[in-house]
């Protein structure tokens, strides 16, 4: 689905992806990292005309890319007829502004994709205002970087042009919206609390799903609690917590919530809209931390969740899950990689035989008061 003046049409525009490897990206693995851009882009209904993968020495202050690297997006542009261009990086406002007037085509950065992707899968009321926060934070932001070209008609020195003025009126919007929607968001966390203290009262222990998106935490809350919870192949397919009765060998031993997905450089607006939703963590005696073991980056993708929960400033028990265990080649080499994550588990959640492990592993644990 594309946005054409306001409307939504049948076909997505033409779309170039640009992968950059700039020199303010320090991701070990930047292959990973490109692969995990083209699923953000996938995940956003996008099909690319055409892919383009760079490294940059140096960001050009105007188009962050340098003069050579966009003459040669340009010329992709101009062949394939494209009309937006992605890119792999955070842009400025201006930068953002100074590209799509050089490429004529629509330009955003990884942030709008990834708000874009939220923007679609919210599905309750919190979901969709704390994205719709976000995606006003975000908006205000690149309001702020607007400056120059929004004040080109003004007077003299000391006087007021019209640009900023209007500006100011367009900042002045959407700070009344931002607020309408705080406003509604901490009438929705009463309602959550409620709900919270309802189920500290039932004295059964709180556990929380969290990992790297598209690691499987929907599927072990489907397989351990029959919750029914979509669970298909895209990144961030969960955004709405849900939170079913924990049943074991016929005995309610806890109740099972499941949380957003993490991301390398999930966009700070988005750790913000979403916090409300994340506190559920503070409450939790027991985290899963699960782990998709088939990615090559399973060690990086541990390290963006502690990152994370760090900035929540969530302090409990972890157990790392290690997911799709039937799909790693070499069973023997990865077993002994994860020795130093205890406690762990090795699973593979589609099964009832291969999700055993943690079953029997919740069976056993002593919750702390």
């Not at 994205?131 to 929004?150: D, F, T, Y």
């Not at 009438?187 to 309802?198: C, E, G, H, I, Y």
């Not at 790297?212 to 599927?219: I, M, P």
Request: proline share 3%.
């Amino acid at each position: 689905m594309s946005k054409n003046n306001g409307t939504l049409t049948a076909l997505r525009a033409k779309t170039l992806i640009v992968g950059i490897h700039s020199p303010n990206n320090y991701t070990s693995n930047i292959q990973s990292y490109f692969e995990e851009f083209k699923n953000l882009v996938s995940s956003n209904g996008i099909v690319p005309e055409a892919e383009l993968f760079i490294k940059l020495r140096s960001i050009d202050p105007a188009h962050f890319v340098t003069k050579g690297k966009l003459e040669e997006i340009q010329k992709i542009c101009t062949e394939k007829k494209i009309e937006e261009v992605v890119f792999s990086e955070p842009l400025s406002a201006q930068q953002e502004r100074n590209l799509s007037e050089v490429l004529q085509a629509r330009v955003f950065d990884r942030t709008q994709l990834i708000l874009e992707i939220f923007e679609k899968g919210a599905q309750s009321a919190e979901g969709k205002t704390q994205v719709g926060l976000a995606m006003l934070q975000h908006q205000k932001a690149r309001l702020a970087g607007r400056g120059i070209s929004m004040s080109q008609q003004a007077g003299s020195i000391g006087t007021r042009g019209p640009g900023e003025t209007q500006k100011e009126k367009e900042t002045q919007h959407l700070e009344h919206l931002m607020v309408k929607l705080r406003r509604d968001l901490d009438k929705l966390a009463a309602v959550r609390m409620t709900q919270r203290k309802k189920r500290l009262s039932s004295s059964l222990p709180l556990i929380c799903l969290i990992g790297y998106t598209n690691a499987g935490k929907s599927t072990i809350l489907n397989a351990l609690t029959h919750a029914q919870v979509s669970a298909a192949n895209r990144l961030f397919e969960t955004l709405d917590t849900t939170t079913r009765e924990l049943f074991v060998g016929g005995k309610k031993i806890a109740l099972l919530s499941d949380t957003v997905g993490f991301i390398q450089q999930l966009p700070h607006t988005l750790i913000e809209a979403f916090k409300s939703t994340l506190s559920e963590l503070t409450y939790a005696h027991l985290l899963l931390l699960v782990i998709d073991s088939a990615d090559a980056d399973w060690e990086l993708h541990i390290k963006v969740v502690y990152s994370v929960l760090s900035e929540l400033n969530v302090d409990k028990p972890v157990v790392y899950v290690f997911n799709k265990i039937d799909m790693v080649a070499d069973r023997e080499a990865f077993e002994r990689a994860v020795q130093k994550y205890n406690p762990h588990v090795l699973i593979s959640a589609n099964s009832e035989q291969g999700i055993e492990p943690l079953v029997t592993f919740l069976q056993n644990w002593k919750f702390s008061a």
